[in-house]
């Protein structure tokens, strides 16, 4: 396990881009070299229920992704937007060093066959600005979700 940074975020050899996620019994990490790979960003969360889905959607969501949420999908749909945009903030905050929170990103669309794709609300840096698009991915094992942006 790499060593955390005052902002907890992990340390990685200077050539090394990373992202570690955890949950429910079991931890994950990946890791790539920096010419290969700008950033990543892996997060794991566990499928939220109907009713905590409702509870959390306006927190999470934008209101242009609640307008596009399929309520017979709401807890797989906010589950996922939480996880890919904790994922895009896994992957971006080390290449622009500015925290950026959910309604600063939407999802765009994300497709059973484990494509998303995501869009920046918001100015990190130059290169990373607003209406700049990332692709992610995802897969669901039974009650879990996980997620992957590399950059």
């Not at 005052?6 to 340390?11: K, L």
């Not at 998303?116 to 700049?132: I, K, N, Y």
Request: proline share 4%.
């Amino acid at each position: 396990m790499p060593p955390t940074g005052d902002d907890r975020a992990p340390i990685w050899p200077a050539d090394i881009t990373g992202s570690i996620t955890h949950g429910k019994g079991w931890a994950a990490a990946v890791v790539a070299h920096k010419k290969d790979c700008q950033g990543l960003g892996l997060d794991q969360e566990t499928l939220l229920d109907n009713e905590r889905a409702a509870r959390l959607a306006k927190e999470i969501l934008t209101e242009a992704e609640l307008q596009r949420l399929d309520p017979a999908r709401q807890s797989l749909g906010v589950t996922l937007t939480f996880s890919l945009k904790e994922s895009l903030f896994k992957a971006l905050y080390p290449l622009v060093l500015k925290r950026f929170y959910f309604e600063h990103a939407e999802v765009l669309e994300w497709s059973d066959d484990g494509a998303a794709r995501l869009r920046l609300l918001t100015d990190l840096s130059e290169h990373w600005h607003h209406g700049r698009e990332v692709h992610g991915q995802f897969c669901r094992m039974g009650d879990q979700v996980l997620s992957l942006i590399a950059v």
